[in-house]
């Protein structure tokens, strides 16, 4: 079965839909992405979702009208249309097709919009993923707060870890963690308190980060959001990534060591409890 797509305001079956090779997206990566989980064909966090869309748009100045109503109808009914009922919705948006041109002109370009759904959440609903990881040089450019879609040094990355016999790397940079290449990454500190980095132009102000703080603060977790070393993660009680797909998920191992007793920890396993809940809630 072939899945229904959205492009430009048309519906297509996936095999027919196009974009312009000169779209700049394909050319320079100059387009910003967006992926939101649905459960029960409710959607996670979606106002999140679109708010940090508008911001990326800002930091590119595409220029393009993000109607917050507008789009959860479309989300609605491509899941719909695909009989979902758990799943993700990616959607992208360039500044448009043109000749190729390092140098831009918004008058002279029409955004490009297109929307897909996914259904690979499902497996981390019925099994959490319990990763091992790597830790790898910080190789990526230095907005990484915008969601663009030059992902090229994360895809080597991941792939480079998988080769290795792990699940995915997480960042270094002058002596600090970063982020992994798809998520961002925590600790909880010996003393319980749970910890990542705060948010700056090095990381991605993720959605379920943000949720997961706020969580955390509610029910009694101490949390720091600041920089922390490598050293610090090989001595943590526990290590945790989230991110849209995975929700909260344990890291056993960073370079070959446990992290902890080298199992999912107390403070992770709540945290994913209580995200859990959050989403049937909301």
């Known amino acids: 079965m072939t ?28 387009s910003v992405y967006e992926v939101t989980s649905f459960l029960d064909g409710k959607f996670l966090d979606f106002d999140g979702h679109i708010k940090r869309l508008k911001n990326s748009l800002k930091a590119l100045e595409i220029e393009f009208n993000v109607d917050r109503d507008e789009f959860l109808d479309i989300h609605r009914e491509l899941i719909k249309r695909n009989g979902l009922e758990n799943g993700t919705v990616y959607l992208q948006v360039s500044r448009g097709a043109g000749d190729r041109n390092f140098v831009y002109d918004n008058s002279e370009l029409k955004p490009c919009l297109f929307m897909f759904t996914q259904t690979g959440i499902v497996k981390n609903l019925d099994k ?11 190789g990526r450019w230095c907005r990484r707060d915008i969601k663009t879609t030059q992902l090229l040094y994360s895809s080597l ?12 790397a997480v960042y270094v940079e002058d002596g600090y963690l970063t982020e992994a290449t798809s998520s961002n990454f925590f600790i909880v500190d010996r003393q319980g308190t749970l910890v990542t980095r705060q948010l700056d132009h090095s990381i991605l102000p993720g959605i379920t980060r943000g949720t997961i703080l706020e969580l955390a603060r509610k029910n009694g977790i101490n949390v720091e959001e600041r920089l922390f070393t490598l050293e610090e993660t090989y001595a943590a009680s526990e290590a945790l990534i989230t991110s849209t797909t995975n929700f909260a998920a344990p890291v056993l ?23 859990i809940e959050h989403v049937k809630r909301s």
């Open 3 to 30: 899945r229904t797509v959205y492009v430009n305001g048309d519906w297509f079956d996936e095999t027919n839909a196009r974009i312009s090779i000169f779209d700049r997206s394909v050319m320079f990566a100059d």
């Open 157 to 168: 990355t991941k792939t480079h870890a998988h080769a290795e016999g792990v699940d995915d």
């Open 128 to 138: 959490m993923p319990q990763l091992k990881m790597i830790s790898v040089k910080e």
């Open 253 to 275: 191992s960073v370079d070959g060591r446990k992290i902890g007793d080298g199992k999912p920890g107390k403070v992770t396993m709540r945290l994913r409890e209580l995200y």
